[in-house]
């Protein structure tokens, strides 16, 4: 088979075979940049069960998925996953290939690139056409978002990135009936060289802060354990996940998976409560993507409010039970 | 890996031969008191402090960590980039290290990652085969603090054509494997790492350990061993520097400036939380309050 002018999206899928927010959201862009191309949209699915990614696939707009389904796919395994993917883009050489910038897909993406021998760019937070090469230009933050490079890939086919998860919202769904290819792969199951021992789920809640729609987060501010626990009590009233800055994860006030900036999760949510975060450098570079942020700080001077859209200078045990109050009884009708 | 380097097999249990373990590290700018030269929108790298990669370091404390436990590891680390990242080096020599690399070339400059790999898993096989041993264990941060991209461990891994494993938080050893705890964005994931292997580390609940005075001293008069082009024999001249490159910077830019935002003022401080209180629920921005949700 030949080179195509194709833009493949991988989509991840959870356990139970239903795919990840980013791959289905990463189809809208990849429909709009597919097409200056000359090439189809196409999703690629590998899972132990590949129905429910197939359906959503074609729901939100892919012309074609191409699947590989099997028991060594049911749980993500570098090897496993870099084999099958190597199979599909040497048998049908697609143009281009993003991935979600989840943990997995931060794991996937350089290692295939390194074996395809292309280039590819991390983390980007927005995707454009470049007219005048014909290739994508991908466009990511370094520097701790300090500066933004945009960066192309000419000459190397496939063209790679990783996309933060968030960054795009999902099309509308359409009835169309996309085509699908199930290929056969026969994986060496010996070129799986690291075993998974076990599997540890956050056991509270998800901390999913990547893909959340409305995020909380406590900071120096909240003062420790009990804090976090007004924190908590007040996202979970408004559906948001609970995020945390560096510093109230160093002392120990929640765990590092809540935490958001630098050393921590990059995150863009429709919707960022800041309390009690002074807003540091490290801690901006890691949200400053969302939305609208709201910050709620004692300290008028802090670093927070020059990059929140609403603020309130106030102390968060005052103000947070008030607004959870005063959101029920407005949401009341 | 060259068929002419003996495959020693590890010995956790202390006899025989010891375990041997590469950090790869990277001096970086620290990243907040970066600035932006305005009128060229590139970094002002002058006057900034270098540090070594955060993560870099809390790969280091691992290594040291498996050597508290087995003293016969032995700790090198290697980095590429300017002579002056031999500051890094001699910092990691002062905590636990008991070999340096510097791998350090202007034809290396404009390397983008893949280029990168490239150079620094042809500079491993060197160093290998100069000292006629392989690594049994390759560490490395999960990223750096400048590029943020995360590619360097998995590329180098795959290079090597070394099983991998990203976001380590923790690693003991068990046998003739590596147990590592890995971060996934849900939970965490243990994995047993065959040897040899490469573990990139996130950012786990502890810090990189000082240095003691005595090593911080000893550092001073040790020897880095500096790799150029020219050691690296067979190097495709193709594929490292600018030209080398898959990738490109087409251009670079500092990101529009948020301005500060409406700050409700009104006293008492209920009156302007009511004020918040209204306005996300007007533009929609808190939608289902629990226990109205349908």
Redesign the interface.
Known sequence: MTATNDLWVFLETHPDGTPKSVGLELLNPGKRLAEPQGGKLVAVVIAAEVSAATEAASRYGADLVITIEGPAYAHYT??AY?SALTYLVRKYQPATMMIGA???G??????L???L???????CTQLDF?VASGVI?WTR????????????????RPQMGTVRPGVFKKSEPVGVRAEVIAENFDLDLSAI??????????VSV???L?TAD?IVTGGRGVGGAAGFALVSRFA????GVVGASRAAVEA?WIP??H?VG???KSVSP??YIACGVSG???HV?GM?ASD???AINKDPQAQI??????????DLF??LP??EE???????P | MSSTIPMTSPAPDGGGTCLNILVLVKQVPNTQAIKIDPETNTLIRDGVESILNPYDSYALEAATRLKDKLASIKISVLTMGPARADVVLRECMAISADAAYLVTDRRFGGSDTLATSYILSQAIRFVQAQEGRRFDLIFCGKQAIDGDTGQVGPQVAELLDLPQVTSGLACELAGDELLVVREMDDGTEKLALPLPGLVTFTKPNYSLRPPSARRKLAAKKLDITTISADDLEGIDRGRIGLKGSPTRVRKAYVPPAKTGGVIFSAQPIEESVRQLAQLLVDRDLVVNVEGDAP
């Open positions: 570098t090897e870099a989840t943990g997995n931060r794991d996937l993406a350089p290692r690139s390194a074996r021998q292309t280039g590819l760019t991390a983390d470049d230009a933050p370094a520097f701790g978002g300090n500066l933004m490079a945009t960066i192309l890939c000419a000459e190397h060289r690291t075993r998974v021992v076990e599997v540890t789920k956050e998800e901390v999913n990547e409305i979970a009233s408004i559906g120990g590092h998976a935490q630098q050393t921590g429709r919707v540091a450098i490290q570079a400053s609208t942020i709201i409010f020059t990059i929140a859209d609403y603020g309130i200078v106030g005052e103000v008030i607004l005063e959101l029920r009884r407005l949401g009341r």
